[in-house]
């Protein structure tokens, strides 16, 4: 049985950009997969964050996560720090993981370079990763493109503790990323990939009037300097979101109003608003029922944590068991 896994980061609000790229697939998945979907509070504590937020957030994703259309019922859904085996795990796939390999990862680099001091979680930040998804020994994980080096890390780690643990036969599956056409979607700015940290974001909880406040003034294609311009749909950011949030026909009109300077943009950012605020209007709707029995919530994330915890116990007894560890490590 294929079993998928995914997680985001509780570092702000789920924006456009998480929801297209991967949470939108999440939900559809659900129908058809032994789904796994985890808000992943571990990762967070690779960069400055504050502690007196940091269970508020894990929640409030969890919280978006649902109203997205994750059910509790149909998929596993729960916070990282709530099973340990997760960081277990990653302890013993350090030690088939070269640094090299890890000081090759772009967001590594990236990040790193920022960084005066580099905290060593930060370069085994997709260790982790590697240990989250082969916890429950999926092989598929639906992401944006953004995290496909990772998973390429992942698939090299399960080859790696297979062929020194596992030689007859391979215990972990090599992990598969699931991509969306939407697989990168730029931020507001048009310079760069929609990020929590760019401040270029559309969350999914905006309200009608803050959708539209921050499409208004957001960069479309630079030849269309006044209304009579006409623009090249190929060369606009806010195209690409008529593509995911538009119907058909829309699109068709948007494509021809633009080079024919029949729309001027703000006439077609109206158009795109509206149709952005139909997609995440009961998504708003549902986390305000969610929010309003926090209880409630907790309570569903506890039990996919209990749910989680019991595959996640299952895969570390065998691993022990081949790693050469006393049984008594496994009885918990
Ligand atoms: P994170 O929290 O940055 O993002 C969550 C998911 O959203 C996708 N995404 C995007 N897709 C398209 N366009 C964008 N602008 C965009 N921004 C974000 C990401 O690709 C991701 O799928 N390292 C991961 C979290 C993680 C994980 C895992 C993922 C930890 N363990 C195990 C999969 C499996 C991350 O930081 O995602």
């Known amino acids: 049985m294929d079993r998928v896994f995914s997680g985001i980061q509780p570092t702000g609000e789920l924006h456009i950009g998480n929801w297209l790229g991967a949470v939108k697939n999440w939900v559809a ?26 269970a508020e957030r894990t929640r409030e994703m969890l919280i978006g996560l649902m109203a997205a259309g994750l059910s ?8 990282q720090s709530q099973v340990p085996e997760h960081t277990r795990l990653m302890w013993f796939f350090t030690n088939v993981t070269g640094v090299g390999e890890l000081e090759r990862m772009t967001q590594y680099k990236d990040k790193s370079q920022r960084m005066e001091r580099v905290p060593a979680g930060l370069l085994m930040y997709p260790v ?16 944006g493109e ?5 998973l390429e890390l992942s698939r090299e ?45 559309i969350g999914i909880f905006e309200s009608a009037e ?18 009579s311009d006409p623009g090249t749909p190929e060369k606009c950011n806010l195209f690409t979101l008529h593509q995911h949030f538009s119907p058909p026909a829309t699109v068709a009109e948007v494509d021809t109003k633009c080079r024919t300077a029949g729309w001027g943009c703000i006439e077609c950012k109206r158009v795109l608003a509206d149709n ?25 994330i506890a039990l996919g944590a209990d749910k989680a915890r019991a595959i996640a116990v299952d895969t570390m007894r065998e691993v022990e068991r081949r790693m050469g560890f006393l ?4 009885s918990r």
């Not at 509790?72 to 916070?79: E, K, V």
């Not at 952005?276 to 569903?300: F, H, K, N, T, Y």
């Not at 049984?327 to 496994?330: D, L, S, V």
């Open 210 to 227: 803050q959708i539209w406040a921050k499409l208004r003034p957001a960069k479309t294609d630079p030849a269309r300097k006044t209304k």
């Open 157 to 201: 780690i399960a080859r790696a503790w297979n062929a020194e643990f596992a030689p007859d036969e391979p215990f972990f599956p090599e992990p598969a990323p699931l991509l969306t056409p939407a697989r990168r979607i730029m931020g507001l700015d048009g310079d760069a990939k929609m990020s929590k940290s760019l401040g270029n974001t």
């Open 276 to 300: 952005v605020i139909v997609e995440l209007s009961p998504i708003r709707e549902r986390g305000a029922a969610l929010r309003a029995d926090v209880e409630a919530v907790d309570r569903a």
């Open 29 to 54: 998945l659900q129908e058809r997969y032994d789904c796994l979907y985890c808000a992943v509070d571990l990762h967070v504590l690779t960069a400055k964050y504050e502690p007196a937020v940091l």
């Open 72 to 79: 509790p019922d149909r998929s596993i859904l729960f916070a």
């Open 327 to 330: 049984p008594a490590m496994t």
């Open 146 to 150: 953004d995290q496909v080096q990772h």
């Open 128 to 143: 982790l990763q590697a240990a989250d998804i082969l916890l429950y020994r999926a092989n598929k994980v639906p992401v």
